[in-house]
């Protein structure tokens, strides 16, 4: 079940500490817990707008996609290619960026049917995100909060998964144990292809992330996955569109163009990156 423990204050890094329905310091700030169960651990000082991260439409689109398992085989590489000597003695994992909680679900499930200890957290800086997660998965301390400064001790977590998201390695080194694993899934050149080359009159070159490497960091594991997927109606196309930057990003003549199919064989091309801590 959710634990909601070893967690810190936002606003001054005290453990907190459950009372019933609220999470509390010793300085006397509190957090209730959501009827969901989740807690939302963002201060107002903290936000960047009002109501920050992905939208209550943009997470029902995403939902509503992922549940149909088009991108489940990036669940099976991230799997297949977790390091095996890191499962042995369980694990506790962040999802940093979780969205709407569909990948860490799903790992949740498969690492629980081989038997492994695990213990899972996920935090999203949108409160619609969480909100749809803590309804999904109550095995999950789920929490709205920031990868900027993560509600969370030092040496927390022995995994942090950061899929298309934002890191920020300076607390994913804090937050991580000793030899702790970081694994980053980004998109590849050629991820839903077919879709962009609709979309823009032209496709930039692609831009490899990171490719000095990342302070605090060795690279442990680089693997790619390519896959084809079909999108069979004008909902789904939609669906994922509004789940990526493509959406705002896009010309209106090539949004249009797209509104027009009602079906798409797509490329999945996906980048994973298995990092571990370094000591020191």
């Known amino acids: 079940m959710s634990t909601l423990e070893n967690l810190s204050c936002p606003i001054d890094a005290a453990p907190l ?17 959501a009827k969901t169960g989740y807690v939302n651990l963002l201060p107002v000082q903290n936000k960047r707008s009002k109501d920050p991260g992905d939208s209550k439409e943009m997470v029902v689109a995403r939902q509503t996609f992922l549940n149909k398992q088009h991108y489940f085989p990036i669940v ?9 000597e890191d499962l042995v003695n369980g ?17 949740g499930k498969a690492l629980l049917d081989q038997e492994i200890s695990i213990e899972r957290t996920g935090l999203d800086i949108s409160k619609w995100a969480i909100t749809a997660a803590s309804k999904r998965d109550k095995g999950v301390s789920w929490l709205v909060g920031s990868n900027a400064s993560l509600p969370v001790p ?14 920020v390695f300076s607390e994913f080194s ?3 144990s000793e030899t702790g ?21 032209s496709i930039h070159d692609y831009k490899q992330t990171f490719s ?9 594991l680089e693997k790619a996955e ?27 003549d090539g949004r249009e163009a797209v509104k027009q199919l009602n079906s798409i064989n797509l490329t999945a091309d996906i980048k994973l990156r298995w990092y571990r801590k370094k000591l020191g």
């Open 212 to 220: 000095d490497g990342v302070e605090g960091f060795e690279l442990v």
């Open 174 to 176: 804090r937050v991580l």
């Open 17 to 33: 500490s459950r009372d019933e329905r609220s999470l509390k310091c010793e300085h006397g700030h509190t957090y209730d817990l």
């Open 226 to 252: 390519t896959y084809v997927f079909t999108l069979n109606s004008q909902t789904e196309i939609e669906q994922l569109l509004s789940m990526t930057p493509h959406i705002h990003k896009a010309s209106y």
């Open 76 to 84: 099976k590489t991230i799997l297949s290619s977790w390091p095996k």
């Open 154 to 167: 030092s040496e927390r977590f022995d995994a942090i998964l950061c899929l298309f998201g934002f890191p």
């Open 91 to 107: 694990v506790r994992i962040l999802d940093a960026g979780c969205g709407e909680g569909y990948y860490l679900n799903e790992i």
């Open 181 to 201: 694993l970081l694994l980053l899934v980004e998109s590849g050149p050629d991820h839903l292809i077919e879709l962009r080359e609709i979309l823009y009159p």
